[in-house]
């Protein structure tokens, strides 16, 4: 389910000041929608200042028509070696941009001359600097012809190009040094505010138990205003689908917007700031005098679905479920975006790994909302590591049915159907191959193994190659994947690739350990580093 | 499909006629052949004599017909060409670039 905020200019629903001037403001859920809404808006050659606490920057492999395109040998040898070229797909560039490689996009369209990424302040300055170092050095590794590192200073100032064009990253409290004079893109996500320290062990997440904000909204607009950047086109994500922020922060989206345009009423100050005294760790201490002033709140303005939800959680954390579920019941009638798979912690907690947590955040939204099929999820995922094949795919089904149609069903569905030895209708949960985007990516690659797997059985042995080529364009090489395509190939009489494969899988077998602890390492140009 | 039919499949014959396998992407540039397979991710670029039989395999042309095309177009001997031709017809067999017409398409 897609949040309902797309790329739509804030600035008609916001009436603009005489301050704001004709500000536009795009409020999206998926931070690759910024790429969409720049290159509609028809920016070249822009500096873009990214306020985020994620680079925000993969690379994105040729197509090998795009390749066969290049003009000479060289160049298209010299693409070869910069790229990691095993990872082809049939997609083209604009289909494979996801929210952790639009700006590489926004770069190779021209839409970006400079890139400015700012990162949060954290009181560690040492451990910071070392986790923006290794983010830049893990790029520049992947494709030293294309980004080159020429300065790092321990004041945590990085500079770069990429493409030959300039990127700095600079912690926030620096970036007033290197305003621009020109107008710039300006590019936030809403987890900068609660995502301090990029060394964490929750990063690239918050703290999903406990968020809170190391810098509030007024405090961010009021250094930008005295910063002098000059901008007209503002770009804000919320990133809630990935659970990079919570969805109880989603009116920090608004705050912000409204921020930008314009000074807020004093009412509109009284319930934001209400709102993130929720994410204070002074007044956690103390919930019943948060619950009574969000009470007193929602008396007048009882549409603020924001006051609601979070009334709903606070009442949850209290035990108080009849009063919890009915503010829950209101709040998604004025706002259903609340009714999400990411409206709880679990499905973040469970990407962290705090397994136990997660299952305790489930339970709990369950008895808010029993009905919500996106809940059961987790159970689907319990019986899985239990074994209960045949419980696991009634209940597969039954999800299906409910429109639930998520990757992660059809594959758990397939997979124990696989167990059970019920190929076909393995063969039938897979259904078409998902979509990719950064998150979906390991759900493609669990998708391909099975459904190469599948087909084996079926004897399917086309299907089967194709999927296991498929892995190999993903960037998968593992032994036991070239093993099956050994096996494969064996079965075809194909005794050439057959010898190769099987090569390949014992030469990886054997170096695979070597290969571990064996990174490139990139390299700085400047003496200064 | 037996160990013989295998063999008689890794050499090609006269009559045959063979087309490049549709996962192969090529184009010609500086006057010779430029193939990424797609299944493996493999890029390879081919010599002169290798780009030439390559534009031959259109599925239209038999491999004798190659070697006659090859015969105009390079000052070699006859058996020598022959021989490259098959060896390097082989290969790319082997290595599923390319693929034999069937006769039902032949008729």
């Known amino acids: ?529 | 499909m037996g160990f013989k039919d295998l063999l008689v499949r890794s050499v090609p014959k006269a009559s045959e006629r063979y087309e490049r396998a549709p996962h192969v992407k090529w184009r010609f540039l500086e006057g010779r052949a430029v193939l990424i397979d797609t299944n493996e991710g493999l890029f390879m670029h081919l010599n002169d004599v290798a780009s030439c039989i390559w534009q031959g395999l259109d599925g239209q042309k038999s491999v004798d017909q190659i070697i006659s095309d090859l015969d105009n177009a390079f000052d070699a001997p006859a058996h020598r060409l022959r021989k490259d031709l098959l060896r390097f017809l082989r290969r790319l067999s082997l290595m599923e670039l390319i693929r034999r017409v069937e006769s039902s398409r032949e008729s």
């Open chain 1, 1 to 529: 389910m897609m949040m309902a905020h797309r790329a739509e200019p804030l600035s008609q629903e916001l009436e603009p000041t005489a301050g704001s001037g004709s500000l536009t403001i795009c409020v999206v859920e998926d931070h690759d929608e910024a790429y969409h809404a720049w290159k509609k808006a028809g920016f070249q050659n822009k500096i873009l200042v990214h306020f985020d606490a994620h680079i925000d920057f993969a690379w994105i492999a040729p197509t090998p028509e795009a390749l066969l395109e290049k003009p000479s040998l060289s160049e298209m040898m010299s693409t070869l070696q910069r790229t990691p070229f095993w990872r082809l797909s049939e997609k083209t560039e604009e289909e494979r941009t996801h929210l952790g490689n639009y700006i590489h996009q926004a770069i190779r369209a021209n839409i970006v001359r400079e890139f400015v990424w700012v990162y949060p302040d954290d009181p560690d300055l040492t451990n910071q600097t070392r986790a923006v170092r290794s983010t830049l050095e893990a790029i520049a590794a992947a494709a030293p012809g294309l980004f080159r590192l020429i300065q790092a200073s321990d004041a945590g100032y990085f500079e770069g190009r990429i493409y030959g064009r300039r990127l700095l990253a600079i912690p926030y409290s620096a970036y007033q040094a290197y305003v621009p004079q020109e107008e710039v893109l300006l590019d936030i996500d809403l987890d900068f505010f609660i995502i301090q320290s990029l060394y964490s062990r929750h990063y690239p997440y918050a703290d999903v138990r406990t968020p809170c904000f190391w810098l509030s909204p007024a405090e961010f607009v009021s250094y930008l205003h005295a910063s002098g950047l000059r901008y007209k086109f503002v770009t804000l994500a919320y990133s809630v689908e990935e659970g990079y922020t919570p969805l109880r922060l989603k009116f920090l989206g608004m705050e912000l917007a409204k921020r930008l345009l314009r000074s807020l009423s004093e009412d509109e100050e009284c319930r934001f700031e209400a709102l993130r005294d929720l994410f204070r760790l002074s007044t956690r201490k103390d919930p019943e005098s948060e619950v009574r002033r969000l009470e007193e709140l929602i008396e007048v303005h009882p549409n603020d679905a924001a006051l609601r939800f979070n009334l709903a959680m606070l009442l949850l954390e209290g035990n108080d479920i009849p009063g919890a579920a009915a503010q829950y019941r209101k709040a998604i009638e004025a706002d259903p975006t609340y009714r999400t798979r990411y409206n709880h912690a679990g499905p973040a907690l469970l990407n962290v790994g705090l397994r136990r947590a997660a299952q305790a955040s489930y339970e709990r939204m369950k008895q808010l909302d029993p009905h919500n099929p996106y809940y059961r999820l987790f159970e689907l995922g319990t019986l899985i590591s239990e074994k209960a094949w045949a419980r696991a795919i009634l209940l597969g089904r039954e999800l299906l049915k409910d429109g639930v149609d998520h990757p992660v069903v059809r594959g758990r569905l397939a997979e124990s159907c696989l167990h059970l030895r019920r190929y076909h209708e393995a063969w039938d949960a897979l259904g078409p191959e998902p979509s990719g985007s950064a998150d979906t990516a390991w759900y493609q690659a669990r998708y391909l193994w099975l459904k190469a797997r599948v087909a084996e059985a079926l004897n399917r042995r086309e299907d089967a190659l194709a999927c296991y080529h498929k892995l190999i364009r993903h960037g998968e090489h593992s032994p036991s994947l070239h093993r099956a395509l050994a096996r494969l190939y064996l079965r075809k009489r194909n005794f050439f690739k057959a010898r190769r494969h099987l090569a390949k899988a014992m030469r990886l077998a054997i170096l695979g350990r070597v290969l571990r602890w064996w990174r490139p390492k990139a390299t700085w140009d400047s003496k200064t580093s």
